[in-house]
């Protein structure tokens, strides 16, 4: 009975058609881009901020917890829905408000898509610069969630600087405006603390962004290497130039041959690797720097080096970074993605630690990433109808996460920790790191209801997949 | 829910940082222990192989591409949440409910998520394995069911039913009954779906195609011999074109268009007696067994006429039919008999702007000073990945400009019977193509499938004027001066 009656009490604030609650359709926001699953008890889809505030404030009245749910591609479960809780979709909220092209900004719905805010601005010459391989999908206010990151945030940054001005929901409704569209903001930046804070400060309802001019010239090169080791040599040699590149990413001979199996990229599939890198500037600039980007891959051993100039040619070749993820599909049908971080110089010892914990644990470990900052992606394939092969996964997983952070690394560089990765969380923060993390949130969500469950490792009510990892070696505070 | 029980943050630590759960709330995140309905699953041997559903990874890079999604902006309404319901009836979660048909039946079946699918996902196959069970449990929606049997299976596979029906209908339509039926509120009594239907009844203004000879002669036969002796004593090849079922009818033009082309490119062009309707529409609506049985009628009524033999090739000028018809080998895989000769139809299947494009084309020379946009069908395009070769022959074509329009290969809203199945839906879908076709300001809509030219020249006539959308063979042959 209360169950309907809350139920039709969401009807009234969006709209019977907006949502949904029968558990056959349900079905479909079960799950984001992760392997992890969870039934929401409701979809609310609202058409403005007032009707996010509206429902926020009935959830929080009735102890209902809520989750923001953009395109559901996100990879660490963090749109999932909270047990007993909703999910407040965004696909309905997805106006571009305003492009400001004198100060290069624009306002947005949360809902909005990456790419098609792209690729809006570009025809005022602008660029929205943070682009996660999901880009033709995901939301910016799944973006936001998770800080998300992309090939040329080596170049920019990830998200987080690209954010001047948020209107948030808080969880009982209350309606806030974090930082502004100038620069700086005097007091504390809540902005930069609310970005990255996987839903559990507030919800997002409206996001001002900063934009960038479309660079003159743009050239990108695939560096095709023998084996992986030289193209790590690759890296360390263009990062040693002083040059830092737009994008630089790698690609293993695992996830040539997946992308290639259903993608035509152009890429080699005999290569025991590729480096694609880009560089982006004034014409004279890219001219020279370009010549360096090209006898370093010479140096180190690149076996040929296809330099692209015209659109089309470089989107193919970005076609199959941006799809690799998908393609993995084609060799199995689960991925549980490794989001580690690790110094630059340690990359080709930390790829060997790679294929020898695939050899240990008999998993496929396929290697895509963002080698430019040292963003592994190690991606463990595996088939979960198999018994017993989520858990070697896992576990070769928790091996690779403890190795990344001994060797100086972190857990996550863009996808965020979510459901998936919070057992880790221990490996590279104290209890009094995670303490003051709490209190954060605390003053944003004091009763804990947006998207509870997720980040802390000590907070239970969701069914887990990972196991434990085995404790840190040593307590290391540096992070904070 | 009483206040008392929103926790305190200093609980919340001190409880171990247990979620909030209201206590009369069931955990729905918890594997339920009972399917989610009472109804069967799937069952037999045409179910969607499990190899196929586990190739998606639920990336979501399919969902931009799809219309209904982009329209109705909902999980429930688009390839991966269709694939998610197919998972779910396959692992026994839920069995093949209304509602879960409802979700697929909204499906239009362009398989623009295939072509977009980082990990190859066949969706159109798995989509028409379901749509099979679906037909095998009797639980396909109404207006499915009505058309299905009405049209489906009692006229198209029937081609002197069609041809009587369809002189029936130009008789209703230019002898000024219909003015008469429509003036005398007649169709009021009709159900209000079978009314809409009266009015979206193609207009069938242009000539019929009969093939009146089983062969026409090649025009130009290759005037100089290729420079290569080996080839030079090739003889004029022989090219076997499907007339199939509706488009004769209703795009006779077109038909003529095509057989004219072909001939001025130095082809023989054959229309073998006894072919019929490739079956694509009742595969769509998954009815397989009609379809595997118009498939075996063409496969037999080609392969006898020579097929394969010198070149033979199997021609269509309907991009749903190529599709279907480059298909038939994984349709009839399990029959003993069919299997083979079905993979050897499809290998010799081929577009007509393919075969064309392919061929050193004898050069349009009469003007066709016209801006036109080209709408790329959902079964050339995403189904055969066929996008250059229509382009490439528009531009062969002097004083002609193609002006590209936004999301050229995004479904009309046509999809076969989509719009006489989802007429609201189509017509949203529809409604935003011809915003973008308009957008172009060309003066003709140039197209490669006949459904697209019935849709999109509805939409554009409903909104008033009187537009003709053409086939790329219309312009070719226009230039080529008929």
């Given at each position: 009975m209360q169950r309907q009656g809350f139920i039709d009490r969401l009807k009234a604030i969006v709209?019977?058609?907006y949502v949904i609650a029968h558990p056959e359709d349900l079905l479909v926001y079960e799950?984001?881009?992760?392997?992890d699953r969870a039934m929401p008890r409701a979809v609310v889809l609202p058409a403005s901020a007032g009707e996010v505030s509206r429902t926020l404030a009935l959830a929080y009245q009735e102890g209902v917890p809520v989750v923001g749910r953009g395109s559901?591609?996100?990879?660490?479960?963090?749109a999932l829905a909270p047990p007993g809780g909703i999910q407040i979709a965004f696909?309905?909220?997805?106006?571009?408000?305003?492009?400001d092209t004198e100060n290069r900004t624009a306002t947005i719905e949360p809902g909005v898509i990456n790419l098609d805010l792209d690729n809006h601005v570009r025809k005022f010459g602008m660029r929205y610069a943070?682009?996660?391989?999901s880009q033709k999908a995901c939301s910016l206010g799944g973006n936001i969630a998770e800080n998300a990151g992309g090939p040329?945030?080596?170049?920019?940054?990830?998200?987080t600087n690209h954010v001047l001005a948020l209107e948030v929901a808080l969880e009982d409704g209350t309606m806030v405006n974090l930082?502004?569209?100038?620069?700086e903001v005097p007091g504390y930046d809540l902005r930069g603390v609310f970005v990255g804070s996987e839903g559990t400060f507030g919800i997002a309802t409206q996001i001002t962004v900063r934009l960038l001019p479309l660079p003159e010239t743009v050239k990108t090169f695939l560096g095709i290497f023998p084996d992986i080791e030289s193209a790590c040599s690759a890296v360390s040699a263009v990062i040693g130039h002083g040059i830092v590149p737009a994008a630089l990413e790698m690609i293993d001979a695992l996830s040539i041959r997946a992308v290639q199996q259903v993608?035509?990229?152009?890429?080699?599939?005999?290569?025991?690797a590729v480096l694609l890198i880009e560089l982006e500037g004034l014409w004279e600039e890219v001219d020279e720097v370009s010549r360096e980007v090209e006898s370093a891959l010479w140096e180190t051993g690149a076996g040929e080096v296809r330099v692209a100039e015209e659109d089309r040619e470089r989107e193919r070749l970005w076609l199959g970074r941006k799809t690799a993820f998908g393609a993995f599909g084609a060799i199995a049908p689960n991925y549980y993605l490794v989001d580690g971080v690790v110094p630059r110089t340690r990359l080709s010892q930390v790829l060997r630690k790679v294929s020898e914990v695939s050899e240990k644990y008999g998993i496929i470990i396929a290697n895509v990433f963002h080698a430019g900052d040292g963003n592994l992606h190690p991606c463990m394939l595996f088939d979960?109808?198999?018994?017993?092969v989520t858990e070697r996964a896992m576990a070769g997983a928790a091996e690779l996460m403890e190795y990344c952070v001994a060797v100086?690394?972190?857990?996550?560089?863009?996808?965020?920790?979510?459901?998936?990765?919070?057992?880790?969380m221990p490996l590279v923060f104290t209890d009094a790191d995670l303490a003051v993390m709490r209190r954060t949130r605390d003053a944003f969500a004091p009763a804990n209801r947006?998207?509870?469950?997720?980040?802390?490792?000590?907070?239970?009510?969701f069914y887990q997949i990972v196991p434990q990892p085995t404790p840190p070696p040593g307590d290391t505070g540096m992070y904070v | 829910m009483a206040d008392s029980e929103i926790r305190a943050p200093a609980q919340l630590d001190a409880g171990g940082?247990?979620?909030?759960?209201?206590?009369?709330?069931?955990?729905?995140?918890?594997?339920?222990?009972?399917?989610?309905?009472r109804e069967p699953g799937f069952r037999g041997v045409d179910v969607p192989a499990e190899a196929d559903l586990y190739r998606?990874?639920?990336?979501?890079?399919?969902l931009s591409s799809c219309p209904t999604y982009s329209t109705l902006r909902v999980e429930t309404e688009s390839p991966r949440g269709r694939i998610a319901l197919m998972k779910a009836v396959h692992e026994g979660r839920?069995?093949?409910?209304s509602r879960i048909v409802s979700h697929w039946e909204m499906c239009?079946?362009?398989?623009a998520c295939e072509a977009v699918c980082p990990s190859g996902v066949p969706y159109g196959r798995i989509m028409e394995y379901s749509r099979a069970q679906v037909l095998a449990q009797g639980k396909q929606g109404g207006n499915l069911k009505r058309i299905d049997r009405l049209?489906?299976?009692?006229?198209?596979?029937h081609p002197r039913r069609l041809r009587f029906g369809a002189h029936l209908l130009r008789l209703y339509q230019k002898s000024g009954l219909r003015r008469l039926v429509r003036a005398s509120g007649l169709?009021?009594?009709?159900?209000a779906s079978l009314a809409g239907m009266e009015a979206q009844?193609?207009?069938?203004t242009g000539p019929f195609f009969g093939p009146r000879r089983p062969v026409y002669p090649a025009q130009?036969?290759?005037?100089s011999p290729p420079?290569?002796?080996?080839?030079?004593?090739?003889?004029t090849p022989t090219v076997g074109l499907l007339s199939g079922c509706v488009m004769p009818l209703m795009q006779g033009a077109t038909m003529h268009a095509a057989v004219r082309v072909l001939t001025r490119n130095g082809c023989n062009v054959a229309v073998p007696p006894g072919q019929g309707c490739c079956g694509a529409l009742n595969l769509h609506a998954g009815d397989l067994e009609t379809a595997r049985r118009l498939a075996r009628r063409n496969i037999d009524t080609f392969l006898a006429a020579g097929?394969?033999?010198?070149?033979f090739k199997i021609i269509t000028a309907s991009a749903g039919c190529g599709s279907n018809m480059k298909e038939y080998g994984e349709l009839l895989?399990?029959?003993?008999?069919?299997a083979e000769p079905a993979r050897r139809f499809s290998a010799l299947t081929v577009d007509i702007t393919e075969f064309l494009a392919a061929l050193?084309?004898?050069?349009?020379?009469?003007?066709?000073?016209r801006r036109v946009t080209y709408q790329d069908p959902c079964h050339l395009?995403?189904?055969?990945?066929?996008?250059?070769p229509p382009r490439a022959l528009l531009q062969s074509i002097p004083g002609l400009e193609l002006v590209e329009m936004e999301?050229?290969?995004?479904?009309?809203?046509?999809a076969g019977i989509y719009a006489m199945t989802q007429p609201e839906l189509a017509g949203q879908i529809l409604a935003a193509k011809l915003e973008n076709i308009n957008n172009t300001g060309a003066a003709q809509v140039v197209t490669a499938n006949p459904g697209c030219m019935l849709q999109i020249e509805q939409g554009l006539n409903a909104a008033g004027g009187r537009h003709q959308v053409k086939h790329v063979v219309d312009l070719l042959d226009e230039a080529y001066g008929g």
């Amino acid at each position: 009975m209360q169950r309907q009656g809350f139920i039709d009490r969401l009807k009234a604030i969006v709209g019977d058609d907006y949502v949904i609650a029968h558990p056959e359709d349900l079905l479909v926001y079960e799950y984001d881009g992760s392997v992890d699953r969870a039934m929401p008890r409701a979809v609310v889809l609202p058409a403005s901020a007032g009707e996010v505030s509206r429902t926020l404030a009935l959830a929080y009245q009735e102890g209902v917890p809520v989750v923001g749910r953009g395109s559901g591609t996100g990879l660490s479960g963090g749109a999932l829905a909270p047990p007993g809780g909703i999910q407040i979709a965004f696909t309905r909220m997805n106006r571009i408000l305003e492009v400001d092209t004198e100060n290069r900004t624009a306002t947005i719905e949360p809902g909005v898509i990456n790419l098609d805010l792209d690729n809006h601005v570009r025809k005022f010459g602008m660029r929205y610069a943070p682009d996660p391989s999901s880009q033709k999908a995901c939301s910016l206010g799944g973006n936001i969630a998770e800080n998300a990151g992309g090939p040329h945030c080596l170049a920019y940054g990830a998200t987080t600087n690209h954010v001047l001005a948020l209107e948030v929901a808080l969880e009982d409704g209350t309606m806030v405006n974090l930082g502004g569209p100038a620069r700086e903001v005097p007091g504390y930046d809540l902005r930069g603390v609310f970005v990255g804070s996987e839903g559990t400060f507030g919800i997002a309802t409206q996001i001002t962004v900063r934009l960038l001019p479309l660079p003159e010239t743009v050239k990108t090169f695939l560096g095709i290497f023998p084996d992986i080791e030289s193209a790590c040599s690759a890296v360390s040699a263009v990062i040693g130039h002083g040059i830092v590149p737009a994008a630089l990413e790698m690609i293993d001979a695992l996830s040539i041959r997946a992308v290639q199996q259903v993608t035509d990229a152009g890429y080699p599939e005999d290569a025991g690797a590729v480096l694609l890198i880009e560089l982006e500037g004034l014409w004279e600039e890219v001219d020279e720097v370009s010549r360096e980007v090209e006898s370093a891959l010479w140096e180190t051993g690149a076996g040929e080096v296809r330099v692209a100039e015209e659109d089309r040619e470089r989107e193919r070749l970005w076609l199959g970074r941006k799809t690799a993820f998908g393609a993995f599909g084609a060799i199995a049908p689960n991925y549980y993605l490794v989001d580690g971080v690790v110094p630059r110089t340690r990359l080709s010892q930390v790829l060997r630690k790679v294929s020898e914990v695939s050899e240990k644990y008999g998993i496929i470990i396929a290697n895509v990433f963002h080698a430019g900052d040292g963003n592994l992606h190690p991606c463990m394939l595996f088939d979960g109808r198999e018994p017993g092969v989520t858990e070697r996964a896992m576990a070769g997983a928790a091996e690779l996460m403890e190795y990344c952070v001994a060797v100086g690394g972190t857990l996550s560089g863009e996808h965020g920790i979510g459901l998936e990765k919070k057992q880790f969380m221990p490996l590279v923060f104290t209890d009094a790191d995670l303490a003051v993390m709490r209190r954060t949130r605390d003053a944003f969500a004091p009763a804990n209801r947006l998207n509870p469950g997720k980040i802390f490792p000590d907070d239970d009510g969701f069914y887990q997949i990972v196991p434990q990892p085995t404790p840190p070696p040593g307590d290391t505070g540096m992070y904070v | 829910m009483a206040d008392s029980e929103i926790r305190a943050p200093a609980q919340l630590d001190a409880g171990g940082g247990a979620a909030p759960t209201p206590a009369d709330v069931p955990l729905p995140w918890a594997e339920p222990a009972e399917p989610l309905n009472r109804e069967p699953g799937f069952r037999g041997v045409d179910v969607p192989a499990e190899a196929d559903l586990y190739r998606c990874v639920h990336c979501g890079l399919c969902l931009s591409s799809c219309p209904t999604y982009s329209t109705l902006r909902v999980e429930t309404e688009s390839p991966r949440g269709r694939i998610a319901l197919m998972k779910a009836v396959h692992e026994g979660r839920a069995g093949i409910s209304s509602r879960i048909v409802s979700h697929w039946e909204m499906c239009l079946q362009c398989r623009a998520c295939e072509a977009v699918c980082p990990s190859g996902v066949p969706y159109g196959r798995i989509m028409e394995y379901s749509r099979a069970q679906v037909l095998a449990q009797g639980k396909q929606g109404g207006n499915l069911k009505r058309i299905d049997r009405l049209f489906l299976r009692a006229a198209l596979p029937h081609p002197r039913r069609l041809r009587f029906g369809a002189h029936l209908l130009r008789l209703y339509q230019k002898s000024g009954l219909r003015r008469l039926v429509r003036a005398s509120g007649l169709l009021k009594l009709l159900p209000a779906s079978l009314a809409g239907m009266e009015a979206q009844l193609p207009e069938l203004t242009g000539p019929f195609f009969g093939p009146r000879r089983p062969v026409y002669p090649a025009q130009n036969p290759p005037a100089s011999p290729p420079a290569d002796g080996a080839t030079a004593n090739r003889p004029t090849p022989t090219v076997g074109l499907l007339s199939g079922c509706v488009m004769p009818l209703m795009q006779g033009a077109t038909m003529h268009a095509a057989v004219r082309v072909l001939t001025r490119n130095g082809c023989n062009v054959a229309v073998p007696p006894g072919q019929g309707c490739c079956g694509a529409l009742n595969l769509h609506a998954g009815d397989l067994e009609t379809a595997r049985r118009l498939a075996r009628r063409n496969i037999d009524t080609f392969l006898a006429a020579g097929a394969g033999k010198d070149g033979f090739k199997i021609i269509t000028a309907s991009a749903g039919c190529g599709s279907n018809m480059k298909e038939y080998g994984e349709l009839l895989k399990n029959d003993p008999e069919y299997a083979e000769p079905a993979r050897r139809f499809s290998a010799l299947t081929v577009d007509i702007t393919e075969f064309l494009a392919a061929l050193p084309l004898t050069p349009p020379t009469g003007r066709v000073p016209r801006r036109v946009t080209y709408q790329d069908p959902c079964h050339l395009a995403h189904a055969q990945r066929i996008t250059q070769p229509p382009r490439a022959l528009l531009q062969s074509i002097p004083g002609l400009e193609l002006v590209e329009m936004e999301a050229s290969t995004m479904c009309c809203g046509g999809a076969g019977i989509y719009a006489m199945t989802q007429p609201e839906l189509a017509g949203q879908i529809l409604a935003a193509k011809l915003e973008n076709i308009n957008n172009t300001g060309a003066a003709q809509v140039v197209t490669a499938n006949p459904g697209c030219m019935l849709q999109i020249e509805q939409g554009l006539n409903a909104a008033g004027g009187r537009h003709q959308v053409k086939h790329v063979v219309d312009l070719l042959d226009e230039a080529y001066g008929g």
